[in-house]
């Protein structure tokens, strides 16, 4: 299994920039993707493919990387997005990060 | 608009079987696939198997042979049912419409499901 490691939690203030990381036990090229989740909701597409905006989702999301490292940019952090953040890999079958929670 | 929905019980019986549903509108079963994912009380999300828009089926190794998935394209429905359950098999399960990008641009609400003894 391709394995996606998150660091656990991030304490940010709004207005800051804030960099979630994620990093894959092999290469899984571009094929990485970003979710948001807020507390007893389900999952929500924010990135895919690596750095393409999911449609409605505000341009303060962006994300980056290819092969073994990626990350999730907030820029600016509001209050609203606290929530933690997945990330997903498709290249070999479908695993998931554990998780970064982002507080404000 | 795409929408998900999972209907299932609230509460299971030990090495029981779980049945949930999944009734999708807004796209077509035959046009998109839908995985199942799981997410278990303050964790992660953890795939586990996915119906083929051609009727295919694929599951997670972890769930051996504890699990199937079928699907009625007639009522809009995919089916997942696991049997053998403990109580580490107590998660909101999700269903989720599959990009062929490789990503879930829509998700169910998820169903909460207890494992008791």
């Known amino acids: 299994d391709t394995v996606l490691t998150q660091s656990p939690a991030l304490t940010v203030s709004p207005g800051e920039r804030v960099t979630i990381s994620c990093r894959a036990s092999e290469s899984v090229s571009t094929s990485m993707h970003w979710y948001q989740q807020k507390p007893g909701q389900q999952p929500k597409l924010l990135i895919y493919g690596a750095s393409n905006l999911e449609s409605g989702v505000p341009a303060r999301f962006s994300g980056s990387g290819s092969g073994t490292d990626f990350t999730l940019i907030i820029d600016p952090v509001e209050a609203d997005d606290t929530a933690t953040y997945f990330c997903?890999?498709?290249?070999?079958?479908?695993?998931f990060g554990g998780g970064t929670k982002l507080e404000l | 608009q795409v929408q998900l929905k999972e209907t299932g019980p609230d509460l299971v019986q030990l090495t029981q079987t779980l049945s949930i549903t999944c009734t999708v509108s807004?796209?077509?079963?035959?046009?998109?696939?839908v995985h199942w994912v799981r997410q278990p009380p303050g964790k992660g999300l953890e795939w586990m198997g996915a119906?083929?828009?051609?009727?295919?089926?694929d599951y997670n190794s972890a769930f051996k042979s504890r699990l199937s998935i079928n699907r009625d394209t007639s009522k809009s429905q995919v089916f997942l049912k696991m049997n053998s359950l403990q109580t580490d098999d107590t998660a909101k399960y999700f269903c989720?419409?599959?990009?062929?990008?490789?990503?879930?641009?829509?998700w169910g609400q998820g169903v909460m499901v207890t494992v008791s003894s």
């Open positions: 997903q890999q498709s290249w070999n079958e479908w695993t």
């Open positions: 119906m083929w828009n051609g009727g295919g089926t």
């Open positions: 807004g796209f077509s079963l035959t046009t998109y696939n």
């Open positions: 989720a419409r599959h990009n062929n990008w490789g990503y879930f641009d829509n």
